[in-house]
């Protein structure tokens, strides 16, 4: 009876052992390097220089969220480099860059010590670093989430912050005859869009803002009107096409303006899908092009003053600021406004994707507007 008493308590001394050896080895601890990869390739960090692409335009709003202290409302940074939680250590252009953690930042050192970005990093490499351990972080393309998943990688997921849109560019022709963009905004087939390209990683749009953000989104129809579409592409004289443009390297973007040639064919009107070399061309030869406009804010007015100032430049929108203590029926009426008037056609919603490696710890997924936590995120101590 003895024997088996103390054989009980030798069990339960082992188990208490071991559980605070894993409770131990669970507690934030500092150090270690964050390995992140991206798509996105970064020429410059200076907040002023124009992004090559849409990718690397993210990119830096990711990087310099590390870099600097707070953003203002238009998501433009306030501050100087390094009054963030993290400075720059090293830096080859195009290729990767070492950010050191701040030890005077005023919100609190950062728990690990830097983080090392590699950048140019193709979707299906991001993924294999994943799943062997290569890599800590990296960015999924919210069509590559599912199969992540399936494969196994600690997926994470945002709220749907990403508006992909077509914007029909002022000046041309084609572009200021309202018939014809209605038309084609009648013909897209949003649905399909998310359930095919996105495999339902998304949700279509029909307005500026997504539903759990101002609470109006339902009041916009995403409903496909090829009949309707073709009626009015019909009131067109002659023999029009639309050239629609994607940022060349994009093959979201491509999938989805090859989806809108397909809906537009069907409605009968002329639309060719073509790569954009150089977006900042100052005459281009494309009459819409996609966009993708992240949320700089959770804020409804902050986000919508951030998308109005963004798409005015190109579609020649005429919309006055709103007003700082804009009402949700105010911030409704200047989206409605913007979207009947189809110089901007709201497409699709999409989430933020990110994969994470075995040995992070504290992640959790930012909110509109917020960028990458690797202030609070700390690394699982590797077994020796």
């Known amino acids: 009876m003895k024997l088996q008493l103390c054989l009980f308590l030798a069990v339960i001394s082992l188990a208490l052992l071991c559980a605070g050896r894993v409770e131990t080895s669970r507690r934030p601890r500092y150090g270690g390097t964050v390995r992140v990869e991206i798509g996105a390739v970064v020429h410059s960090l200076d907040p002023a220089g124009a992004p090559a692409d849409a990718a690397e335009a993210a990119a830096r709003e990711e990087i310099g969220a590390l870099l600097y202290d707070q953003r203002n409302p238009d998501g433009t940074f306030v501050g100087v480099a390094g009054s963030g939680a993290f400075h720059i250590a090293e830096w080859e252009p195009g290729k990767q860059l070492t950010l050191a953690a701040n030890e005077n930042y ?13 950048m140019g990093r193709a979707s299906k ?13 990296a960015e999924i393309p919210p069509e590559e989430a599912r199969r992540a998943s399936e494969r196994g990688v600690r997926v994470s997921t945002s709220k749907p912050e990403v508006l992909v849109a077509l914007v029909f560019v002022a000046g041309r022709r084609i572009a200021e005859d309202a018939h014809a963009r209605e038309a084609l905004a009648r013909s897209i087939d949003r649905a399909a869009i998310v359930n095919f390209i996105l495999q339902k990683e998304g949700e279509p749009a029909g307005g500026l803002l997504p539903q759990w953000s101002n609470g109006t989104a339902f009041l916009f129809s995403t409903a496909t009107d090829a009949a309707g579409a073709k009626d009015l592409w019909s009131q067109i004289g002659g023999s029009p096409r639309i050239v629609l443009g994607y940022d060349s390297g994009d093959s979201l973007g491509q999938a989805i303006a090859e989806r809108i040639a397909v809906n537009a064919r069907d409605a009968g009107i002329g639309l060719s899908a073509e790569p954009i070399a150089s977006p900042a061309a100052s005459s281009p030869k494309y009459d819409a092009r996609l966009v ?16 109005q100032s963004a798409l005015a430049p190109m579609a020649g929108l005429d919309a006055p600021p709103l007003p700082v203590a804009a009402s949700s029926e105010q911030i409704y009426e200047r989206e409605r406004t913007i979207v009947n008037g189809c110089r901007v056609v709201p497409l699709v919603w999409l989430p933020r994707v990110y994969g994470l490696g075995a040995r992070v710890r504290n992640w959790k997924a930012p909110a509109a507007g917020e960028g990458w936590p690797f202030a609070d995120v700390w690394l699982e101590q590797e077994s020796q």
Do not use: N
């Open 106 to 118: 005023r919100g609190g050192r950062a728990f690990v010590d830097s983080i090392d970005i590699e």
């Open 125 to 137: 490499d991001r993924l294999l670093d994943l799943e062997v351990g290569k890599t800590d972080f």
């Open 292 to 307: 993708r406009l992240r949320m700089t804010s959770f804020h409804p007015r902050d986000a919508l003053s951030s998308f």
